[in-house]
C-alpha cells in the first residue's frame, strides 16, 4: 500500500521561501507529483520528480530522495496568490491494464500572509 | 480545447435518490478518473478506466458505478444516495503516451450534498 504524510498547514510571509515537506512509504514508486488546489478549484499540476535531485521550474522546486522516501516543494518569493492547497502525490505499483496507481497525500494548505 | 469538464456543477439530492455524474474530455486522453474529496482526507480514487469500455475499482469503490462508452466520456453513477456520500467529486484524466509522467488534468467538481 501507499502511505503519504504532510503538514496539514502552513503560514509563510510574502516575499519568503517556504518549504513543503512530503515523506511517504509505497510499495512501489515510479514518480512522486506535486499539485496546487486554490480553495474551490481543481487541483493542477506543478512538477513531477522520478530521479533524485531537485527539479526547478521558476519560482517552484520540487525535490527528490527515493532512498529516504522524501520530497519537498519549494516556494521562492512568496505571493499572496500563493495561498493554497499543495498536494503530494505518488505513483507506484501494477494495477490491471498497466495502470501505475496514483495515491494523493491529504495536502499542506499554505497561507502566505503580508 | 475545453480539457476535462463535468456536469453538473452542484447537486443536492434526497437519500435514496440516485443520479449520474458527467465528465468529458477533449484531449484524446486513454485513463479517466473519479475521485472524491473530503476535508482531512485528500482525494481518494473511487473507479478509474484504462481505455473505452474497460472500468477498475479504486480505493473507494462502494455505493459507485461507473461507466465508459465513449472514450471522451466517464460516468460516475450513485444508484441509491446516501449522506456519507456528500463530498466534492473530481474527474481527471491522463495521456497513457506520457506513461513517463503520467500528469492528471482535472475537471472543475461536481459539489454534492445528500440530505
Known amino acids: 500500500g501507499q502511505n503519504i504524510d504532510q503538514p496539514t498547514e502552513m503560514t509563510a510571509t510574502e516575499g519568503a521561501i517556504v518549504q513543503i515537506n512530503c515523506t511517504y512509504q509505497t510499495s512501489g514508486f515510479n514518480g512522486l507529483f506535486w499539485y496546487q488546489q486554490h480553495a474551490g478549484e481543481a487541483p493542477t499540476f506543478l512538477s513531477y520528480?522520478?530521479?533524485?535531485g531537485l527539479e526547478e521550474k521558476g519560482r517552484f522546486s520540487s525535490f527528490l530522495s527515493r532512498s529516504k522516501g522524501y520530497s519537498y516543494l519549494l516556494l521562492k518569493e512568496l505571493q499572496m496568490k500563493d495561498s493554497a492547497s499543495y498536494l503530494c502525490?505518488?505513483?507506484?505499483?501494477?494495477?490491471?491494464?498497466?495502470?501505475?496507481?496514483?495515491?494523493f497525500g491529504t495536502g499542506t494548505k499554505l497561507q502566505v500572509i503580508p | 480545447n475545453a480539457g476535462v469538464t463535468q456536469t453538473p456543477k452542484f447537486r443536492v439530492l434526497k437519500t435514496g435518490q440516485s443520479m449520474t455524474l458527467l465528465c468529458a474530455q477533449d484531449?484524446?486522453?486513454?485513463?479517466m478518473y473519479w475521485y472524491r474529496q473530503d476535508p482531512g482526507m485528500g482525494l481518494r480514487l473511487i473507479h478509474y478506466?484504462?481505455?473505452?469500455?474497460?472500468?477498475a475499482k479504486g480505493e473507494v469503490p462502494d455505493g459507485y458505478n461507473v461507466s465508459r462508452l465513449k472514450k471522451q466520456n466517464f460516468l460516475l453513477g450513485l444508484e441509491s444516495a446516501a449522506p456519507s456520500q456528500t463530498s466534492v467529486y473530481f474527474c481527471?484524466?491522463?495521456?497513457?503516451?506520457?506513461?513517463?509522467?503520467?500528469?492528471?488534468?482535472f475537471g472543475p467538481g461536481t459539489r454534492l450534498t445528500v440530505l
Open positions: 478506466s484504462v481505455g473505452e469500455g474497460t472500468t
Open positions: 502525490a505518488v505513483r507506484g505499483g501494477l494495477n490491471s491494464g498497466g495502470y501505475q496507481k496514483v495515491t
Open positions: 481527471a484524466s491522463s495521456s497513457r503516451l506520457a506513461e513517463s509522467t503520467d500528469t492528471q488534468y
Open positions: 520528480n522520478v530521479l533524485d
Open positions: 484531449m484524446n486522453h486513454e485513463y
